[in-house]
């Protein structure tokens, strides 16, 4: 068996990458897109402590963790205008927002 | 005062405007009568430069130069040949004449209009005045927009199609023309270290011939648009045809000059090597006299009035544009002249077709005829009007139109021999035009009434009859003014033409060309002409 | 060695495995759960490589914070009535042919470019950090990224005030 | 790293401080004293306070850096670099903060959404956008980042009973999103290669890998992804015209000016610093994607009836000819950016005063029939707007046209003359749309007969906006200058 290197972790990443962005392209319900993008952040956060430990230095962890804050404030603005759309139009799925063109 | 004449011929109009806009819009009168107070005072400040300027005198006059941009090189420098001065004149007389026309034609929206007049002069005498690259760019786009609501606002049926199409057609060609100004500035900085738009400094630039015609046809692009040339003329008519009477005048009369202008200001004496390619040369000449046969053809075949003069404005400015490019001194002095003429003859016949277009509101060549039965001072005026246009002996048009063929003839003989089928052409068309609307019997009952010319409309006409009848008895003054402007950019863009000749800088025998012309305006007879060989002296 | 191997496969498994059924269930909540397990095996991950406090963070913030969040929503919006609509746009079959592209390039560059990271090395074999995990993180954070940790502060003021503009009815 | 908050390093942030100092004082008073919501345009005295406090420390920073004869200062171990480049873009913000703060209460009082919270969220974003011009660090530039699109994600859906806004907000902020994950997935590769987040690290690394670096290619293609969508480049345009359609007209005009301003300022901190050493590769990939933008702009804009989307569309326009300045990317393209962002902060502000004016109580005020006779019901509006709309599409001599000009020039300068021809032909397909608005205000008849809604800030915004706009064009001496110390980094 192979040992694992950075390229495993490299590649992992970003097949994490492919499907979120597969998600967020092809899905039309909201909710399901919000979480596409998190996959997306977390296919970058291993990427960042894979290099971190390669460097040996905590820069990455660092950037993980505020990738990982910046998630979750996204996350919670992105419900609360679910939220709101929801009140307005009752639904969730994103090609139904077709009062604007797309 | 002298110092400052320029400033103040230029922003006469502007401050006109200034005051315009404080005059409330309901004061209807106010406003016609301090519009044309300002259109007037504008041409009387102009006056002067007249008796000031000295002819015969190398270079510009009445220099103005003051920093504007430094960061960029751009000056407010302004100054006056005698190329400027005949088209300045020409610029404030018709825009004074055709506010003054404008009187009971435009009836509603009263301020804008004036307001628009008084920027749109500002514009074409900026134009005329720029020693700066930059300062000329900016003027040069300054007069589309009040041009475009000319049109836009007060025009016709199909105005804002017109008016649109115009503005997009100069537009897309002086944006690439800038793009050549930006290519000679930068070439400039290139060689001398410092970035300028100074027109003189910019001549010091030396350009590879490939480089020269690159900028060339960018500048050409701009320019030919402008004037308009063969191939870019379509918005001529559809602009002339909507524009309101007013309108037509000073698009006829001036801005069409603005592009022959550019040529003889900037292209020839900034690319003098790419001026006297062959091949540019050539192109340019075929265009000029296609120009000239097709304008007059289409005439030929026009229902509407309006139309038909448009078209022949197509066919006059190819005179000037193959005068510029007959690279001679008759050919560009002729063009000059001819500019004028064309601003005199042209703009009466918009004014005449004004005059009835107000009394019968239709400009359908059919719904007339025999109106010298009725009006008989309007027929007056339309025929010097018409047979100025046309070129006839002792009015203007035959000495511009004579001394560009002499230049053409110079430079290439075939050249000639076509443009001269336009001057028969145009002699036929304008004088069917006056056949079918103005002799016979009244055929239509709808003429029958009509008044005739109002002491105010006549006056419109007074000083140009009388401007055209003096350029077609007594020419000589005006060539001498264009002599030395006209020697300078030969001699840019053909080094040695004169020494070549025998004739030393001092011009004595460009008079001699100007007493030709005198003496040839008698009888149609070669008179003494300036010892050019003849045939192919390129 | 061996362990570390199966370890990585597994939790690369979770990862992939909890995403790929992320985006394809036709439930929302099964969505969310699938969504976990992926950010499991992530977290899983953080651990293999030594991120001990990442791991917590992982965990606590985001199993625990944003997941709870999302299904949240999810009760509160009603997400039956999508649950029977179609599931994918129009233009999926565009968008699945552009990331085909993507993912063409991203695998060649990786591929190309796998002796470019010079450190195409195993990971297992370091020597510990001198200091715990934690410590060193905090350690750095609060010096050298003193200015982003403040910034991220404002960040979250927005965040709570803009959730709480949008989401609640009279403000 | 032995002192971790010097008087230096608070000296580099504190423009920052003050505008989130004084965005919590308008959360906290807006919720302790202001109960009556007709009191709450009282707290634009914050707004311009916060505005004051931050212009008086950009002119200590400059006043510093002249004192010392440096070009910059950073702070914070690198994290923030304060030069030229930082505090013109930020003196952009500031005017662009000003302006939309002063015309908003009315209109929101109209759409019935005036909160506190907003002035909060302008204050909020503007300091985002301070570390999007000042940042030299990866996470500080990214947080910088999010912290303005999240603030705009709430401002564009704010109007909450209004389902354009709700689906702008959710679009925006699904595409934004989207596209941050990208510009990290970037970021962490130069990370990668680097092992640093310090952009000056990054650069070096990336100039020692070989042109073609597989890396460095990934990396760039991933953040360029991120970077194009903030500048709303082609083809990452589409949330543009939505957004900007769907929320609050002072929002859009914000977002139209600031984000975008703040976003040019951010990519140029990234394709002139780690990037600058890959010219040869992003430069025909920016060519590309430039004209690609001007085509989608121009052309789309053609057909809109809505103004917003209208001037949407055209912003989109206006961020390719700025990517010609980055593909020209010699110092007079670099200056003719920054001259760009200046007289577009102007131009396009006043468009979308404009507009904002047209919005009454029933009526949306948005379309091309709003506008129409807008010269004969307010002839100062109107003209105002030929001029912004002159400006806009680069006529002589208003402003636009030197940005216009710069750009042109550069890519004479580089032998781009291609692009340069192709930049000129779209400014006459720009003319044909923006006159299609000039039309409806002098050539049509008013359809309605409501006066508009102005207010003293709005008409004292639209005055600064117009005289600027033709002052810039008329006489650009001093604002040329000013440009100029953007290139000081």
Known sequence: MHPITTVHYLALSAALLLIGTVGVLTRRNIVIILMSIELILNAVNIN???????????????FAIFVITDAVAEAAVGLGILIALFRNKETVLADEIDLLKW | MDQHLLSIVLLTPLAGLLVLLFIPAKSRNLIRVWANLAGLAGFLISLPLVWRFQTGVPGYQFEERADWIPTLGAHYHLGMDGISLLLVMLTTLMGFLSILSSWNAIQDRMKEYYAMFLLLQTGMIGVFLSLDFFLFYVFWELVLVPMYFIIGVWGGPRKLYAAIKFFLYTLAGSVLM???????????????????????????????????QWVFWAFFLGFAIKVPMFPFHTWLPDA???????????????????????????SLPLLPRASMDKTIVEVLAVLSIVGIIYGAL?????????????????????????????????????????????????GMLFLVIGVIYERRHTREISEYGGLAHVMPRFAVIFAIAMLSSAGLPL?????????????????NRAWAAFAVTGVILGAAYLLWLYQRTMLGQVTNGKNLGL????????????????WAIWIGVYPKPYFEILREPVREIVERVRPGYFQARGQGPGGVPAVAAGRGQVAAAEPPAPGPRPPAPAGGDR | MLIDTTLFYLFAALALGGGIFTITRRNAVHSAISLIVSLLGVAGLYLLQQAEFLFAVQIVLYVGGIMVLFLFVIMLVNLDLAAKERQFNKQWLVALAAVAAVAAEIAYFIYRGKDAFHIAEPTMVLAPPALGNTEALADTLFSEYLLPFELVSILLLVAVVGSVVMAKKRI | MSQFYTSTDHFTIIPAVMLALFGCAILLFDFLIFPDPRQRKYLLIFVALAEGFTGFALYRQTEWLMVNGQTSLTGFGGSVTVDGFGIFFNWIFVIAALIVSVVSYRYLEISGEHHGEYYGLILFAQSGMYFLATGTDLITLFIGLELMALTFYVMVGFLRTDKRSNEAAMKYLLLGAFSSGFLVYGFSLMYGMAGSTKLAAVAEAIRERPLWDPVVFLALATTSVGLLFKISAAPFHMWAPDAYEGAPTTVTAYLAVASKAASIAFLLRIFMGPFLSAKEVWEPILSVVAVLTMTVGNLAAINQTNIKRLLA???????????????AGNETGLKGIAVYVMVYTFMNLGAFLVVVALRRQNIIGEDLDDIAGLMQKSPGYAVLMLIFLLSLAGIPPTAGFLGKYYIFLALIQTGHFTLAVVATLYVAVAIYYYFKIVRSMFARESTEKAPLATSAGLRLALGVSGVLTLAIGLYPEPFLRMAQTSLLR
């Not at chain 2, 008759?330 to 063009?335: C, F, L, M």
């Not at chain 2, 009015?395 to 430079?411: C, S, V, Y």
Request: hydrophobic content about 50%; overall charge negative.
């Open chain 2, 451 to 466: 008044p005739d010319m109002s002491f105010r409309e006549v006056a419109v006409f007074v000083p140009l009859i009388a």
């Open chain 2, 178 to 212: 800038l793009l050549g100004i930006l290519t000679l500035y930068f070439q400039h900085f290139k060689q001398f270290g410092f970035y300028t738009f100074e027109i003189a400094d910019l001549m010091k630039t030396d350009l590879t011939l490939g480089m020269q």
């Open chain 2, 298 to 346: 289409v005439s030929l075949m026009q229902q509407d009035w309006k139309k038909l003069v448009a078209y022949s404005s197509v066919s006059h400015l190819g005179f000037c544009t193959l005068g510029i490019f007959s690279m001679n001194p008759n050919g560009i002095a002729g063009s000059v002249l001819q500019q004028i003429n064309h601003g005199i003859s042209t």
């Open chain 4, 313 to 327: 569309y055209s912003s989109i326009s206006h961020a390719g000819y700025m990517l010609l300045g980055l593909v």
């Open chain 2, 395 to 411: 009015l203007n048009g035959f000495i511009g139109e004579f001394t560009i063929l002499q230049g053409a003839f110079e430079a």
């Open chain 2, 240 to 266: 002339h045809v909507e524009a309101p009477t007013a309108g037509s005048v000073i698009l006829a009369a001036v801005l069409l000059k603005m592009g022959t202008y550019g040529f003889l200001r900037f």
């Open chain 1, 48 to 62: 960042l402590i894979t290099f971190s430990r390669i460097w040996h230095n905590m820069d990455g962890q660092i």
